[in-house]
């Protein structure tokens, strides 16, 4: 009867073990999970950045060779006066 009780305890204490370590497991896999969308809207962000970046400097460009000309004939045009 006495190994039988032992039996029963030690069993009772792995079951809380394997719980414990369970808990910890589903945990750190939601923090690796947590982190690692963190990390893609981190780059989700930073590659938005960039795209604007490259977008506003497109129209800068295509806003300076559309003005080049203009003033450059509106000089001509007051020289001519």
Request: net charge positive; aromatic share 6%; proline share 1%.
């Amino acid at each position: 009867m006495n190994n039988t009780s032992k039996s029963g305890g030690a069993l009772v204490m792995v079951m809380i073990v394997l719980l414990a370590f369970s808990v910890l497991s589903i945990g750190l896999f939601k923090l690796h999970e947590t982190d690692a969308l963190e990390t893609v809207r981190i780059q989700q962000a930073d590659q938005a950045f960039w795209v604007a970046e490259a977008g506003l400097q497109r129209a800068l460009n295509n806003v300076e060779r559309r003005a080049l000309p203009v003033k450059h004939s509106v000089f001509k045009a007051c020289e001519r006066d």
